[in-house]
């Protein structure tokens, strides 16, 4: 779980969508949604390039290193 | 009997299939596909916008899933491995969905597709149980190994996308219909609807466009157009043209009981 030194227990770093995200807690992938804004959207994730299916999300705990990506549909041709 | 494009087993009354992209908003999207009475719409993935206001109208607001077939793409996409990728997020979001299209570019300039590439990510695609329409150059060979692979179609480019060029190379596009045992679609490169009916007389199953329709000055007339061009291009098809006759005239009208016989 991340570094756990004095003073930093729980922090980790993880990065969304290419992005680098300080956390002060570790999340679930659910509880990561809720934080974004994005509990209830039509969303997929990936995790480390494997899809955490929206059935797994509470269960699925986020590690310091973590690469998320959280996508949306778009128009495109 | 109904003339009905038949894609992995499931039936479209509507030979014409749009994009959503490139429109000033959701509401002449909207308006813009429902006038092209399109069934199937392509939609592309993208990373949530971090900074996005929650509350913000989606697209799948605005076109549900419940009435359109979605078609999700992998444009932008230049390896077969973004391209997988992409895709299981799609089937994860659209909830299972797996008719897709797959598009794996080759250069920024020309969006040309990258062949080897589309190839693999083909191959893989279809092992994980996704219905594959695939984007192509217009080689026979090419279009050959797909549907063997088994994509369900096959959607060679008639000019470059987003370039309105038109049907460059119908002779191409015919040695592939003429083999082909899946739907062949034009993808990319109808600029108006004299091209999507061109495509549709040479024995296109159906075609794709987004630019055509959404860089019209007015979106929503040339949607219109555009479903009737398709239509009109099937019809003619299916009736089977005259042949050209290059050098002898024949005329429609009686040759005799003239007033003045020669």
């Known amino acids: 779980m991340g570094d756990n030194f004095p003073g930093k227990i729980g922090r980790m770093e993880i990065t969304l969508n290419g992005q680098a995200l300080a956390l002060d807690e570790?999340?679930?992938?659910?509880a990561l949604l809720e934080r974004q804004g994005l509990a209830g959207k039509r969303v997929a994730v990936e995790?480390?390039?494997?899809?955490?299916?929206?059935?797994r999300h509470v269960s699925t705990q986020l590690e310091a290193g973590d690469r998320l990506e959280i996508v949306v549909a778009v128009g495109g041709g | 009997m109904e003339d009905l494009l038949t894609i992995a087993g499931k039936g479209y009354r509507s030979r014409l299939l749009v994009g959503t992209g490139k429109?000033?908003?959701?509401?002449?999207?909207?308006?813009?596909v429902e006038a092209s009475g399109a069934e199937i719409v392509t939609v592309?993935?993208?990373?949530?916008?971090?900074?996005?206001?929650?509350?913000?109208?989606?697209l799948l607001d605005t076109l549900p899933p419940s009435k359109f077939t979605y078609l999700p793409n992998t444009?932008?996409?230049?390896t077969a491995d973004d391209a997988i990728r992409t895709l299981r997020l799609a089937r994860e979001l659209l909830d299972g969905h797996d008719l897709v299209k797959l598009e794996v570019l080759?250069?920024?300039?020309?969006?040309?597709?990258?062949m080897p590439e589309t190839l693999k990510a083909a191959q893989t695609l279809v092992k994980d149980g996704f219905k594959v329409m695939v984007y192509c150059s217009d080689d026979p060979i090419q279009t050959r190994q797909l549907e063997e692979m088994g994509c369900?179609?096959?959607m060679p480019l008639a000019s470059l996308i987003g370039s309105g060029m038109g049907i460059l190379n119908p002779w191409n596009l015919?040695?592939?219909?003429?083999k082909a045992q899946v739907p062949v679609l034009v993808d990319a490169g109808v600029g108006t609807a004299s091209d999507a009916a061109i495509a549709m007389e040479l024995g296109c199953d159906g075609v794709l466009m987004n630019t055509a329709i959404a860089g019209a000055k007015n979106p929503v007339l040339m949607a219109g157009a555009m479903k009737k061009a398709v239509e009109a291009g099937r019809e003619a098809f299916l009736a089977g043209r005259m042949p050209k006759k290059l050098y002898s005239a024949s005329p429609s009208s009686p040759t005799t009981g003239l007033i003045s016989p020669k």
Do not use: M
């Open chain 2, 44 to 58: 592309a993935i993208r990373r949530t916008n971090i900074g996005q206001e929650p509350g913000q109208p989606s």
């Open chain 2, 75 to 78: 444009a932008g996409c230049y």
């Open chain 1, 47 to 55: 995790r480390n390039g494997e899809i955490v299916p929206k059935s």
């Open chain 1, 26 to 30: 570790p999340l679930s992938v659910a």
């Open chain 2, 106 to 114: 080759g250069d920024p300039q020309t969006l040309f597709p990258n």
């Open chain 2, 174 to 178: 015919s040695l592939i219909i003429e």
């Open chain 2, 23 to 32: 429109y000033k908003d959701f509401d002449e999207t909207r308006r813009a």
């Open chain 2, 152 to 154: 369900v179609a096959v």
